[in-house]
């Protein structure tokens, strides 16, 4: 398990990229983001910085990759097994009102339970860091 767990942050460490031909390296400070539209969560808000001290797993998912919508049950097992060392983040270029509409018509798909789910339609942050 812990294999597979150390290749999971690889690749999804591996797998974000910055703007201008900068790279995010497992390691790396991210800057403080502040995501408004958070689902699965106890505030309104959620900064990266709520999370000091745990490794980051950050998810991006959209509403066609059902490799990543089949992948929710497995995060949020990890979430709630690791929760004291791991922060798993879903993150979705959709708004969160059509997020909440995309799980209600397809109700059989698997929905994060435990996991943050963010929306980064109205943050031109992300789309300039990553």
């Not at 798909?109 to 929306?119: D, H």
Request: net charge positive; aromatic share 12%.
């Amino acid at each position: 398990m812990h294999l597979r767990l150390f290749y999971l942050l690889v690749v999804a460490s591996m797998s974000v990229h910055c703007a201008k031909s900068q790279s995010v390296y497992p390691g790396d400070k991210w800057p403080d983001l502040e995501f408004k539209e958070v689902m699965n969560y106890d505030r309104p808000t959620l900064r990266l910085s709520d999370f000091k001290g745990k490794a980051l797993l950050v998810s991006l998912w959209a509403h066609f990759c059902l490799p990543c919508i089949e992948a929710f049950p497995l995060l949020d097992s990890m979430q709630e097994r690791f929760k004291d060392r791991l922060q798993v983040i879903l993150i979705n270029p959709e708004t969160a009102d059509s997020t909440r509409k995309f799980f209600k018509r397809k109700n059989k798909f698997p929905r994060p339970k435990i996991v943050p789910m963010v929306s980064h339609y109205s943050q031109k942050i992300l789309s300039h860091t990553f």
